[in-house]
């Protein structure tokens, strides 16, 4: 054998070894690739897609931690100062569907009272597709006329039930023009039984729901929203008319309740007065002294001064000769930080008594 022949013969060996291990190398996977949070601004600020779904989640909250000083919805209250803390998670859910976006709303709330344990509290949990909304949130009473003016106690004068089951139908026609039917749970509210503590609802009373319907228009800087809610266990209800306006220094609002019976309570002209000091020897409670009575009136204020501080102030006055006035002020001293103290005073005509009471409030949002 010639040295060429060798060296042929050796360089066929080296390339089948090196085929061998080529053939059993293990080749490395490709990596998946990374999916990072796509933001979905459709509907608002805060949403962001959940990986793998079309939908869309945001996460909120607040931190709130307050000292009050005596009791405006109480006369009769020993109360001298309270510390009150609260934390409160809310999350929102949209995914859009044939029918418009399919939301969810939930909000639950811890409360650490002075001199008490922490409390829980489903706040407002429902479901919304195409106008309809069914779950718990604040009565359409409220909601859809408006609440009582931008101060913390707002409903000293009683304007209506909160968080409440219900079957709500909204309408938008997209040209000012807005209207809601809504059929809301009787027995299922915080201020059900205790619209003035008046008395509690058995379940033979809960026979049949509560009804409330409103309309309303805008136009330009005014509004005016009419609402009304009947109570089934009663048998009697009221109406709410409301008038804004958004003159650009300043909005103002006033708003009138009237009562189909003013000697009675009921959960839409009801009191958040202690009825005790207003209940007859025989245990009936008169309506007319700490309710509304026939009617009752709300009216507000709010002046901006600056971009991080706003002047508040509200008053309110009954048929039953209850008269509430409160003023307070907004200030955040940076993005999503507020302190807020206010004062209110209230005079019982039939007690011939007077409260002040106050609060000064600091809270943060996220």
Known sequence: MNIKSLLLGSAAALAAVSGAHAADAIVAAEPEPLEYVRICDAYGAGYFFLPGTETCLRVGG?????????????????????????????????????????KTETIVRWDWNDGGST????????INLA????????????????????????????????????????????????????????NSGTTTSAYGGAWQLSESDHYAPNVVAGLGYKAGMFGFKVVGGYD?????????????????????????????????????????QKVSACTSPAGV??????GWGDWAIWGGVGVPINSKLKWNAQLAYTDSKIFE??????????????????????????AKDDTVSGILRFERTF
């Open 62 to 102: 607040k931190v709130r931690t307050e000292g009050q000083w005596y009791d405006p919805y109480n006369r009769t209250s020993t109360l001298g100062t309270k510390w009150h803390t609260r934390a409160e998670l809310s999350v929102n859910t949209a995914t859009d569907t044939e029918y418009g976006p399919l």
């Open 119 to 126: 409390s829980t509290n489903l706040l407002w949990s429902y």
């Open 131 to 186: 106008g309809f909304t069914v779950g718990k949130t604040d009565s359409q009473y409220n909601q859809f006329v408006g609440y009582a003016g931008d101060v913390i106690n707002d409903d000293v004068v009683y304007d209506g039930p909160y968080e409440l089951n219900q079957l709500t139908y909204n309408y938008d026609s997209g040209t000012g023009l807005t209207g809601v039917v809504s059929v809301e749970d009787s």
């Open 232 to 272: 089934s266990i009663v048998e009697e209800g009221a109406v709410k008319a409301r008038i804004d306006a958004d003159f650009g220094v300043l909005t103002a609002f006033l708003m009138g309740g009237y009562n189909t019976d003013g000697s009675k309570l009921n959960q839409y002209a009801g009191s958040n």
């Open 285 to 290: 409670v008169n309506g007319s002294k700490c």
């Open 325 to 350: 006035a409160t003023t307070n002020v907004k200030f955040n001293p940076v993005k999503n930080l507020l302190v807020e103290p206010e004062l209110t005073y209230v005079h019982y005509e039939y």
